[in-house]
């Protein structure tokens, strides 16, 4: 290879797909030989002499049968093993959670723990979506009013200073669970303001010039606002009424 071709595999930037793909496309692109097979196998059955016997212990723990145990390692190390992005990484059950499935299995029953796991999963992918977004947007938003309009700009330490402070005043001085589901609440009603924004400023050729949303894009983000503001409706009449 010469120097140009090794200046331009350094400067080559992995895409998404490439930084999220799990690792098992990876290795199979790689490729797969028998002897890689014969140590993941020596692996799994190292790890299932641990995993299998404290996953039935898990399972009579939260008051099921021992075989739900086996299904949940089974179906779970198999889910782990095939998105994980890791080439070594190790999946099975955690002690910890007896506590957790136990009192989840006692009131809502085994369809229960089933659904709390699902509806944890779908808020986790949530969360972090929107912590990503709500990052970048206001890294962006910071950066373009300081710089561009203001002027001036201000340190990244003293603004991160600035935006962390109210944010450790309230967890000092409320309960930590309410004054999250009060900023929930307040987000989650101040939200509809900038997205109409959004929708009416991007929709604009004027100011949008070439970059103006399409048709799609622009009925997607409308319908996500109408949606966003009836479920506020929804909310602020369960609160009158409660």
């Given at each position: 290879?010469n120097?140009?071709?090794q200046?331009?595999?350094r400067?080559?930037?992995?895409t998404f797909?490439?930084?999220?793909?799990?690792k098992?496309?990876?290795?199979l692109?790689e490729?797969?030989?028998?002897?890689?097979?014969r140590?993941?196998v020596v692996?799994?059955?190292?790890?299932?002499?641990?995993?299998?016997?404290l996953?039935?212990?898990?399972a009579?723990?939260s008051?099921v049968?021992?075989?739900?145990?086996?299904?949940?390692?089974?179906?779970?190390?198999f889910?782990?093993?095939l998105?994980g992005?890791?080439?070594?990484?190790?999946?099975?059950?955690?002690g910890?959670?007896?506590?957790?499935?136990a009192?989840?299995?006692?009131?809502?029953g085994?369809d229960?723990?089933i659904?709390?796991t699902a509806m944890?999963?779908v808020?986790?992918i949530a969360?972090?979506?929107?912590?990503?977004?709500?990052?970048?947007?206001?890294?962006?938003?910071?950066q373009?009013?300081?710089?561009?309009?203001?002027?001036?700009?201000?340190?990244v330490?003293?603004?991160r200073?600035?935006?962390?402070?109210?944010?450790?005043?309230?967890?000092?001085?409320?309960n930590?669970?309410?004054?999250?589901i009060?900023?929930?609440?307040?987000?989650?009603?101040?939200?509809?303001l900038?997205?109409?924004?959004?929708?009416?400023?991007s929709?604009r050729?004027?100011?949008?010039g070439d970059?103006?949303?399409?048709?799609?894009?622009?009925?997607?983000?409308?319908?996500?606002?109408?949606?966003?503001?009836?479920?506020?409706?929804?909310l602020i009449?369960?609160?009158?009424?409660?």
């Open positions: 290879m120097i140009a071709g200046r331009m595999h400067a080559h930037r992995p797909a490439e930084l999220y793909a799990p098992l496309i990876t290795v692109r490729g797969y030989h028998f002897a890689d097979f140590a993941d692996s799994g059955l190292t790890v299932a002499i641990v995993a299998l016997p996953s039935m212990a898990i009579i723990a008051g049968t021992p075989d739900r145990g086996l299904y949940t390692a089974v179906i779970g190390g889910i782990v093993s998105l992005g890791s080439r070594f990484q190790i999946g099975g059950p955690a910890a959670f007896i506590v957790v499935v009192l989840t299995a006692e009131r809502q085994v229960g723990v659904l709390a944890a999963g808020f986790l969360l972090m979506a929107s912590g990503i977004s709500s990052s970048v947007v206001g890294t962006m938003a910071g373009v009013i300081m710089q561009g309009f203001v002027g001036f700009s201000i340190p330490s003293v603004r200073l600035i935006t962390m402070v109210p944010a450790f005043i309230v967890a000092l001085s409320f930590t669970m309410t004054a999250m009060l900023s929930q609440v307040v987000l989650s009603l101040v939200l509809p900038p997205m109409v924004a959004l929708v009416v400023l929709s050729k004027s100011v949008m970059f103006v949303t399409g048709n799609r894009t622009a009925f997607a983000a409308i319908a996500a606002t109408v949606l966003i503001m009836l479920l506020n409706a929804v009449r369960q609160l009158l009424v409660s």
